[in-house]
């Protein structure tokens, strides 16, 4: 079974700082794509950045420069170093990720639980 679990969400204030993993487990044979998603309230799920295998990186227009996407060396946990925070970042963060396991041989997207992550004036 393939798990996603998220972490490093919380409160801080407008200006701060967080930084988020996600660690993917189970009987995987490779991981692709990994990203973070997030979601507001009555919102669509929207995309916040993406990392590939090989290292490359997309990100919303509205993270650029504040926001890096990493990867650890394994390839199986992908971080998001959030800095200048700000209100409207409010929302909950889910890690994304393409994997091929022993159950999708042929790999499929997976989903984390989400973490929320709150940003006050």
């Known amino acids: 079974q393939v798990q996603l679990v998220e972490s490093g969400g919380g409160l801080v204030q407008a200006g701060g700082s967080l930084r988020l993993s996600c660690a993917a487990s189970?009987?995987?044979?490779?991981?692709?794509?990994m990203g973070w998603y997030c979601q507001a309230p009555g919102k669509q799920r929207e995309l916040v950045a993406t990392?590939?295998?090989?290292?490359?990186?997309n990100y919303a227009d509205s993270v650029k420069g504040r926001f890096t996407i990493s990867r650890d060396s394994a390839k199986i946990t992908v971080y998001l170093q959030m800095n200048n925070l700000k209100p409207e970042d409010t929302a909950v963060y889910y890690c994304?990720?393409?994997?091929?396991?022993?159950?999708?041989?042929?790999?499929?997207?997976?989903w984390g639980r989400g973490t929320q992550v709150a940003v006050s004036s």
């Open positions: 189970g009987s995987i044979f490779s991981i692709n794509t």
């Open positions: 990392i590939t295998s090989s290292g490359s990186t």
């Open positions: 994304n990720a393409d994997i091929r396991s022993s159950s999708n041989p042929r790999g499929r997207h997976y």
